[in-house]
């Protein structure tokens, strides 16, 4: 039987990915234990940096007592085939980023999903997304996608490079919703014609991948836009969509709002989300 992690010693929690140096997420969760006067640890677990392959890394954290760990880019969708997925909508989804272990099979669960969602009522409320292009069918791609499915979008224009990995993420759209237009398209400009949401998934923006996944130009006509990246939060794509008139959708906001659904998963402790925001934003500590 799993333990309760507020009643069995420090929390001890990680992140499995590449190129993660700069993520805020050992922060994010530091100070949710601290308003929950919780010793919590969180580490930074790159495979190349310790040697292992992926595989490795996930038999680590798991033999070494972690309670749970969050995956990102580029695992997100090959962690799938070690845990047990009780979402039937993220078993479709076919990508996790959040897993507790703690039993004999590691439990995984998607809180990009849900934190897009979050993130997206946060700027627009209740309004819908309409149609929408998005460009990237990554892990994070997946988990927007769904998001959009439950915020009752009602068009996917799909753009990657990657034309098999575009068209198996439509057809597990296509399965969940049937009434939903899916399509793929190989020009992001020519995409976007009559859209009314841009959504980046792919790293173009990040430190080190700069620039703009879709011509500025191409952005007149929509309403809103997302970009998954948020470091840094004001990525060239946003910039472009603001100046477009476009309603923005940080990034950052979609970071903030996972990390509070996974704080759930991982300790069942509740969150002074206001408070976790402001400390998050204006405390000096580093990650």
Request: cysteine-free; aromatic content about 4%; proline content about 0%.
């Given at each position: 039987?799993?333990?309760d992690p507020a009643?069995?010693?420090p929390l001890?929690?990680?992140l499995i990915g590449d190129n993660i140096a700069a993520s805020r997420s050992p922060l994010l969760h530091r100070l949710a234990g601290r308003q929950n006067g919780m010793d919590v640890s969180y580490n930074r677990l790159v495979p190349k940096d310790l040697g292992l392959g992926f595989e490795e890394v996930f038999a680590l954290a798991q033999r070494e007592h972690y309670r749970g760990t969050n995956i990102t880019y580029p695992y997100k969708e090959r962690v799938t085939a070690h845990v047990a997925i009780d979402d039937p909508l993220v078993r479709g989804m076919g990508a996790v980023n959040t897993v507790i272990f703690g039993e004999s099979t590691p439990k995984g669960y998607n809180t990009d999903y849900s934190g897009f969602m979050a993130a997206y009522r946060r700027v627009r409320g209740d309004e819908a997304p309409g149609a929408v292009l998005m460009i990237g069918t990554g892990g994070v791609g997946r988990a927007v996608a769904f998001g959009l499915i439950g915020l009752g979008a009602t068009e996917?224009?799909?753009?990657?490079?990657?034309r098999v990995k575009a068209e198996i993420m439509a057809e597990a759209v296509r399965k969940a919703a049937p009434g939903m237009k899916v399509s793929?398209?190989?020009k992001a400009e020519e995409a976007a014609s009559g859209v009314s949401g841009l959504v980046n998934c792919t790293p173009v923006g990040m430190v080190g991948y700069e620039g703009t996944p879709v011509a500025a130009e191409a952005m007149q006509g929509a309403q809103w836009a997302f970009d998954a990246v948020y470091t840094p939060a004001d990525t060239q794509f946003l910039s472009d969509a603001s100046a477009a008139g476009l309603s923005i959708i940080s990034g950052w906001e979609l970071f903030f709002y996972q990390g509070v659904h996974a704080w759930k998963l991982f300790s069942g402790k509740p969150l002074d989300e206001d408070s976790l925001r402001h400390d998050l934003i204006h405390?000096?500590?580093t990650a």
């Open positions: 039987m799993t333990q009643t069995s010693g001890k929690l990680g996917l224009r799909l753009v990657d490079r990657d793929l398209w190989d405390t000096g500590e």
